[in-house]
């Protein structure tokens, strides 16, 4: 039985750190830039607008009793142990993708970071270290854990906001400062940044996968949703509105890099910062990683317990407390795939179209289910007016946003479209199948 120990501090150092704030400026915001142009804080604007509806729709399940599958298992509360399991799959995917992307990343940051101070590291080494690493600290303590993340994203998001204020106070007043301006952005424009916006916010909701864990997961899980949500949509406004603006500055070679702002920094005369804007990427990288690989082991153990999985990943460690043979069991195998992603050598936007698809996917497909679930079952503590005004204003802007996103990328992903789709159908067809012998078993 997983250990209760964790306060609301904690439980909410795992929904920030999971989101990895620093990682929206240093990776995302140039990102959706390349495509979106100025109109990128509109489209953060849009999934700021979005989450806030599934974040409360999260909230109105706050007084079910706390579970390792998270939101998977606020699914199951409405729709039935099958669909629990498939939202289960399909989070797995989502965190399983994440967590491989960030650790490409990872690995290609301390490789520059390597190259900055003069010390060259192969890009497989800089990885494994990064992963084993990772591996380590989730596996020891939770709590540890979920500290070492609130201290990244702090000392990471400080660094970026001093580079935001520098770009503000070099460019105000200049006559090209026009990323606020909406009236010259197009709806094609728009709907191309909403992909990489999206996949900001995910890992908000990882907070729910310690209901097992937390002091008073009623009262805690909610408003880390709430805080977790709030600060990165504030942030990611600020950097969506001004970054782009800097960004336009650079030559179009530099744009293109791996790492646009450190460039940046340096067109605006900030003397090393070039340097501690590579460092707080890696800070934010490996918190990112740890909240990934915290909400895959619970995950895994949650789907354990109901014996979709085998038993022995429903174990915990006898002195740390955490479910470390589901997280070897889930990290493990995604590390190896890692690697052979990082000797493919793939571009930014390779890694981008691959696995922030898979997040994107899997994610607003879960979210869809929580907020059809919030329409089918009692909630305690919430009106069903409320249940029915949020859930379905959740349903309906999910909704838009997948479709949104995938006639954007028809015909340009289709590879990692099937590729989603055919895992999803292995899911269902196993949470189909296996679900009612477990039942069984209870029984």
């Not at 704030?21 to 804080?41: D, Y």
């Not at 729709?79 to 099958?82: D, N, T, V």
């Not at 916006?197 to 937390?214: P, Q, R, W």
């Given at each position: 039985?997983?250990?209760?120990?964790?306060?609301?501090?904690?439980?909410?150092?795992?929904?920030?750190?999971?989101?990895?704030?620093?990682?929206?400026?240093?990776?995302?915001?140039?990102?959706?830039?390349?495509?979106?142009?100025?109109?990128?804080?509109i489209s953060y604007g849009l999934a700021l607008m979005v989450v806030l509806l599934v974040g409360e729709t999260l909230v109105l399940f706050r007084q079910l009793p706390g579970s390792p599958t998270g939101i998977a298992g606020y699914v199951g509360a409405g729709?039935?142990?099958?669909v629990g399991a498939v939202a289960s799959w399909a989070l797995l995917l989502g965190y399983?993708?994440?967590?491989?992307?960030?650790?490409?990343?990872f690995g290609m940051f301390l490789e520059q970071l390597g190259l900055h101070l003069g010390l060259p590291l192969p890009r497989l080494v800089a990885y494994l270290l990064g992963a084993l690493g990772c591996l380590e600290l989730a596996r020891r303590d939770v709590q540890l854990s979920t500290r070492t993340m609130l201290v990244t994203e702090s000392v990471s998001a400080l660094i970026i906001l001093s580079l935001t204020a520098a770009v503000v106070w070099k460019g105000w007043g200049a006559p090209d400062l026009a990323a606020i301006n909406p009236m010259r952005d197009s709806s094609a424009e728009v709907r191309s940044g909403l992909m990489v916006?999206?996949?900001?916010?995910?890992?908000?909701?990882?907070?729910?996968?310690?209901?097992?864990?937390?002091?008073?997961?009623?009262?805690a899980i909610p408003r880390s949703i709430r805080t977790a949500v709030l600060v990165a949509g504030g942030l990611f406004m600020v950097w969506g509105a001004f970054l782009p603006e800097g960004l336009a500055w650079l030559p179009a070679i530099d744009r293109q890099s791996l790492d646009p702002?450190?460039?940046?920094?340096?067109?605006?005369?900030?003397?090393?910062?070039?340097?501690?804007?590579?460092?707080?990427?890696?800070?934010?990288?490996?918190?990112?990683?740890?909240?990934?690989?915290?909400?895959?082991?619970?995950?895994?153990?949650?789907?354990?317990?109901?014996?979709?999985?085998?038993?022995?990943?429903?174990?915990?460690?006898?002195?740390?407390?955490?479910?470390?043979?589901?997280?070897?069991?889930?990290?493990?195998?995604?590390?190896?795939?890692?690697?052979l992603v990082v000797q493919r050598n793939l571009t930014i936007n390779e890694i981008f179209g691959l696995f922030g698809g898979f997040t994107v996917l899997g994610f607003l497909l879960v979210y869809g289910l929580v907020a059809l679930s919030s329409l089918r079952v009692v909630l305690p503590g919430n009106s069903r007016r409320r249940q029915r005004l949020v859930g379905g204003g959740c349903l309906a802007a999910v909704a838009a946003m997948a479709a949104a996103y995938l006639t954007g990328v028809l015909g340009q992903q289709n590879t990692m479209l099937i590729?989603?789709?055919?895992?999803?159908?292995?899911g269902a067809l196993r949470a189909w199948w296996v679900l009612p012998t477990s039942l069984q078993r209870h029984t």
């Open positions: 039985m997983l250990r209760r120990c964790l306060g609301p501090v904690a439980v909410t150092a795992q929904a920030v750190g999971t989101v990895g704030l620093t990682l929206t400026a240093v990776f995302n915001i140039p990102e959706a830039m390349r495509s979106a142009g100025s109109a990128t804080w729709l039935g142990g099958r399983g993708a994440t967590l491989v992307g960030c650790l490409v990343f916006a999206v996949l900001s916010f995910i890992g908000f909701e990882s907070a729910a996968n310690l209901g097992s864990e937390a002091l008073q997961p009623e009262r702002l450190s460039a940046l920094a340096d067109r605006l005369g900030i003397p090393g910062a070039g340097l501690w804007i590579k460092f707080g990427a890696l800070l934010c990288l490996f918190g990112s990683c740890i909240g990934c690989l915290t909400a895959l082991a619970r995950l895994l153990f949650g789907l354990a317990e109901e014996q979709l999985l085998p038993a022995q990943l429903a174990r915990v460690h006898p002195r740390f407390g955490t479910p470390s043979r589901a997280l070897l069991a889930a990290g493990l195998p995604l590390v190896a795939g890692g690697g590729s989603f789709g055919g895992l999803m159908l292995l």
